[in-house]
């Protein structure tokens, strides 16, 4: 059902109410009227109509037609006129209005030069309009000489347009910021600038000096001292001031004109034209201030984020040379910024990390779109070596910036826990190994098949040997990956036959992929391949990887293994048809303790080692691992390997 709409009596009682002051402005602006008793040469209705729009709303416009029915009906008695009248100035606004909240940003018009030219602009087209038809009315009820019309048209055409460039900034700026904030000095100088006005109204109007144009010198003064609303104020004063002289015979334009109307005439030229310039430039300084200002607060923030945090930040040249240091370098290295500006930022960088930071920067440098970490040793003021972690990113094409922006911060305290913590878990793992070996022998020697065991006992020996199995693995794997983080992994490379490897691993795996109900397949042409690695990372290699493609697999599912050969490579290929890996979480698996959430659901005993330690080893031989899930209908994963040959020779 299609609602009616309900007049507000609050926007009733506004609209009788703007109609009223509508009504009033008129009749003054009527005062002015010597060609016909009906068009004025001073017309300010127009400008507060536009501007009770562009406040209240197009749906306004009946105010128009109300205040200017009247107004003109109480001047000629009649009807059909005054009415034709009214339709005329409520088009001039409406189109006015309308255009200014499309092309020219509404209400906020008069902050930008360029929006305050379309305001002219429109202001021009829109009371030419109502001038036409208010003329037409005139001439078809008999109220107006047709031989007369054009010069009518003109006064009409510029009292409107005089009134909407003087009068609708005027009101549309006291609308916005009604409250005046009085600072001593600025109110003296403004002071000052009254006195000067009404100096120049002296020489102007008493004194008859012909040069009106005197009065861009106070417009000039207040467009660059003080804010758009106090310009347009000083203009309207001009204005009432100057007409209210020509009126009375006296000022600049009456010298040149011969009657009132045509001095009201060139009045209202003047006044437009300075109007729209002194607006202009006027909006053009506030702008530039707002820019100003705007910039001022974002550059202030963007130093007090720099400048106050515990990060040091410094701007380098793509050859290392630092070029700006924030105050945070003293508090991390020692220095202060002016003492590390133009120097190398590789001096600072423990000779054995040189290389590596060379390599990070350059790596920066080509690729802009991305952060890149490092960690080095630094040498502290103070002869200290600390350990600082960076984040470079390159904005050298960043007209703003032009450099290499890396970020730094001092984490010797972190590595030291670090490593503290590696150390512990390299001693546990050393000392654990000796009596679980120790453990081991005596089972074997207990279990042996020779030796006669009641079937219970031999049972439960058989799990203690493999729960012992297990441990042994976990140890070895410790330390190794203690090994690893101290960048010394023992490494034995031997001719080895890596379908042989393959082939064994996979068999110690069948008893455990059938508990899960996985089948596991060998997929490969070839009989044997030989590559020079070192067997046990061979083999830790592919029982990790074939360990996870059962572990985390669905029951019912499988595992493939493919081995290709490239001309200087092997491949092998483990793909299973499990829970898949999300690809955000995809590159972090190849870090210490990582699990994925859904991994830890599915095997609650994994310690998230395992992948990690095969990076280690593959890329101990120069070969890559590399990853991709999901397969197929999300799900299922493969890991590949490859193994690098040596030409036979
Ligand atoms: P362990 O140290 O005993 O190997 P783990 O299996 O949890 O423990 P990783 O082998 O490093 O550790 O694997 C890390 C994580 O990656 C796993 O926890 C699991 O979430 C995920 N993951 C590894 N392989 C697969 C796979 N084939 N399918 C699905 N998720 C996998
Ligand atoms: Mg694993």
Request: net charge positive; with cysteine.
């Amino acid at each position: 059902m299609k609602k009616t709409a309900v007049p507000n009596p609050g926007s009733l009682f506004l609209l009788a109410g703007l109609a009223v002051i509508y009504f009033i402005l008129g009749k003054i602006g009527l005062e002015f009227a010597s060609i016909n008793p009906n068009v004025s040469a001073i017309w300010p209705p127009t400008g507060f109509a536009i501007a009770a729009l562009l406040i209240f709303g197009i749906r306004m416009w009946p105010l128009i037609l109300i205040g200017s029915f009247f107004v003109n009906l109480t001047t000629s008695g009649m009807l059909f006129s005054s009415l034709g009248i009214a339709v005329g100035n409520s088009l001039e606004a409406i189109i006015a209005t309308w255009c200014i909240n499309r092309f020219a940003s509404g209400t906020k018009v008069f902050e930008r030069p360029m929006d305050v030219v379309r305001f002219a602009f429109v202001a021009g087209l829109a009371t030419a309009i109502s001038a036409a038809i208010g003329i037409g009315m005139l001439i078809s009820t008999r109220l107006l000489d047709p031989s007369l019309a054009h010069q009518v048209w003109l006064t009409w055409w510029l009292g409107d347009m005089g009134g909407a460039v003087v009068f609708t900034p005027v009101l549309l700026l006291w609308y916005a910021r009604p409250r005046v904030s009085i600072q001593p000095l600025k109110a003296a100088e403004f002071v000052l600038l009254c006195f000067a006005l009404l100096g120049i109204f002296y020489i102007i109007i008493p004194l008859r000096f012909p040069h009106p144009y005197l009065f861009i010198l106070p417009l000039i003064w207040s467009a660059f001292r003080f804010e758009l609303r106090e310009t347009a104020t000083l203009l309207t004063i001009i204005m009432m001031v100057t007409t209210y002289a020509t009126m009375h015979g006296s000022g600049p334009f009456m010298s040149h004109a011969s009657t009132t109307n045509e001095a009201l005439q060139q009045l209202q030229i003047f006044m437009v034209i300075i109007g729209v310039t002194k607006l202009t430039v006027a909006a053009a300084v506030e702008d530039r201030k707002h820019t100003d200002q705007t910039l001022y607060t974002r550059e202030r923030r963007f130093q007090a984020l720099i400048e106050k945090n515990t990060d040091a930040v410094v701007l380098t040249d793509p050859g290392s040379v630092i070029t700006y240091a924030s105050p945070s370098t003293y508090t991390v290295l020692g220095y202060k910024p002016e003492e590390v500006l133009g120097r190398s930022g590789f001096s600072f960088i423990h000779s054995e990390d040189v290389e590596k930071a060379k390599k990070d920067l350059s790596d920066v440098v080509m690729n802009p779109k991305e952060s890149i970490f490092g960690q080095y040793r630094m040498k502290h003021k103070d002869g200290r070596w600390i350990w600082i972690e960076t984040i470079g990113r390159s904005l050298l094409f960043d007209p703003s910036v032009q450099a290499i922006v890396i970020n730094f911060r001092d984490i010797t305290e972190r590595k030291e826990l670090e490593r503290a913590k590696d150390e512990f878990l390299m001693t546990a793992a050393h000392q654990l190994r000796s009596p679980l070996t120790a453990i081991r022998w005596n089972l074997e020697s207990i279990i042996d098949p020779n030796i006669k065991l009641p079937p219970a006992i031999r049972e439960k020996l058989m799990r203690i040997f493999e729960s012992n199995r297990l441990m042994v693995k976990s140890v070895n794997e410790l330390l190794d990956i203690a090994h690893i983080i101290q960048g010394k992994l023992p490494n034995y490379p031997e001719k080895t036959d890596v379908v042989a490897v393959i082939s064994a691993r996979i068999s110690e795996n069948a008893d455990f992929a059938r508990r899960q109900k996985i089948q596991i397949h060998l997929n490969s042409k070839l009989t044997s391949v030989h590559a020079t690695v070192d067997p046990k990372h061979l083999n830790g290699a592919i029982e990790n990887i074939l360990s996870n493609a059962v572990k985390y697999n669905t029951p019912g599912g499988s595992v493939t293994v493919d081995i290709l050969r490239h001309p200087n490579a092997v491949e092998i290929a483990v793909t299973d048809t499990g829970i898949g890996i999300p690809v955000g979480e995809q590159n972090k698996l190849f870090t210490k303790f990582y699990r994925t959430t859904t991994g830890r659901l599915t095997d609650a005993q994994g310690a998230g080692l395992g992948l990690f330690i095969v990076k280690s080893y593959v890329e101990g031989w120069g070969g890559t691992v590399t990853l991709k899930s999901p397969v197929a209908d999300n799900h299922g994963t493969t890991v590949s390997i490859t193994i690098p040959l040596k030409k036979e020779g």
